[in-house]
């Protein structure tokens, strides 16, 4: 099992920053991957960004050049720069294995003037 832990959300005008957090325990020697995904209203959850136990980063198109991805130890983190009003979302964590998907419980994410 692995528990994930996002936090750092919250409101900011369109153009700001914000950098979340997700402190990850648990087994997480069999991780393989990890990312954020967010969920607006009405919405499917979508990937944000996404990186590989080995290093490799992926990002949404619409988030190329406003997101960095990173890992430090146990905790994943995403800046995120340059926000806009749809990015308005709950931002999830997660960790992945060959077998099951692990989510932390999602953090808000408002952008708006």
């Known amino acids: 099992q692995v528990q994930l832990m996002e936090s750092g959300g919250g409101w900011v005008q369109p153009g700001g920053s914000l950098r979340l957090s997700c402190a990850a325990s648990g087994s997480i020697l069999m991780i393989n991957g990890m990312g954020w995904y967010r969920q607006a209203p009405g919405k499917q959850r979508e990937l944000v960004a996404a990186?590989?136990?080995?290093?490799r980063i992926n990002y949404a198109d619409s988030m190329k050049g406003r997101a960095t991805i990173s890992r430090d130890k146990n905790t994943l983190y995403l800046q995120m720069n340059g926000l806009k009003p749809e990015y308005t979302a709950v931002y999830y964590c997660n960790f992945k294995n060959w077998v099951v998907d692990y989510w932390g419980q999602g953090t808000q994410v408002t952008v708006s003037s």
């Open positions: 990186m590989t136990s080995g290093g």
